[in-house]
């Protein structure tokens, strides 16, 4: 779930990570939460509908979904990505990311990334108001479908106000726990409300996580790779959230709403 956007976009200093050759390309990777079946006044939800329409208008355009791992390994000069590359996330591991996301991802041969987590797998979420959480069979059954799974702490708690022991807990121990219980690897991390400075992405790093996940950002970094979250806007706006220049558009849109709020809704 997002909070609030961060401003230090690089790792270990300013320098603006490029792709092999000096090419900059930016991926879209799209992160979303919660799907309904019908409207839901929440941000972070959206309708079965249009989230079956957006797969459709992705799968018509040519678009190929890649994780967040393939993103930092093409960054780290790896293996070269499809031309419309795309990835596809979600948070916190509802079970209609499992119920209802599924069925629609396998149809349209698309893949994605649930970032769980750990230590409230089949409860009920706590950091917004309680809903249903995937429980270890059915993020065992994501991860035979295809899918991947990766770490959205213990607790879902801003991992900027922890302690150096707490952070570690969060980070470190939420991938040995998943790792433990469902005996695959988990390769990378979502920031909890996409909060985090440069102690968390090290600490990322030092995990031994491949990437790390963030908000929207002008700049990827392989610790805090940019995502948009696609809210339940209009088709027409799903198509803008995909340009390369979504991420310099929102961040006018930021600035302009301190500067000016009367302008702007």
Known sequence: ????????????????????????????????????????????????????SQLKILR???????????????????????????????????????????????????????YVVADRVGQLSDWTEPAPLMGWPEIREWLAAGMEVGSHSRTHRDLTVLS???LQDEVAGSRKLLEDRLGSTVPTFAYPFTVHGPREREAVEAAGYEAGCA???????IFALSRVEVAANSLSWFLIQL???????????????????????
């Open 60 to 114: 018509a355009l040519g678009y190929r979904t890649v994780s967040p791992r393939d993103i930092a390994r093409a960054l780290r000069g790896g293996s070269p990505l499809p031309t419309r590359a795309i990835s596809i996330t979600f948070d916190d591991g509802y079970v209609d990311t499992f119920t209802a996301a599924l069925p629609i991802l396998k149809e349209f041969g698309f893949t994605a990334v649930c």
């Open 215 to 221: 908000g929207v950002k002008l700049h990827d970094s």
């Open 164 to 166: 150096a022991v707490e």
């Open 243 to 265: 340009f390369p220049v979504y991420p310099e558009l929102h961040h006018l849109y930021v600035l302009s709403r301190r500067r000016a709020p009367w302008l702007l809704p």
């Open 1 to 52: 779930m997002a909070r609030r956007a961060e401003s230090s976009p690089m790792i270990g200093g300013s320098r603006r990570l490029g792709w092999p050759g000096g090419r900059r390309l930016r991926i879209p990777s799209l992160m979303y939460h919660r799907l309904t079946s019908h409207p839901d006044p929440h941000p972070c939800s959206m309708v079965l509908g249009q989230f079956r």
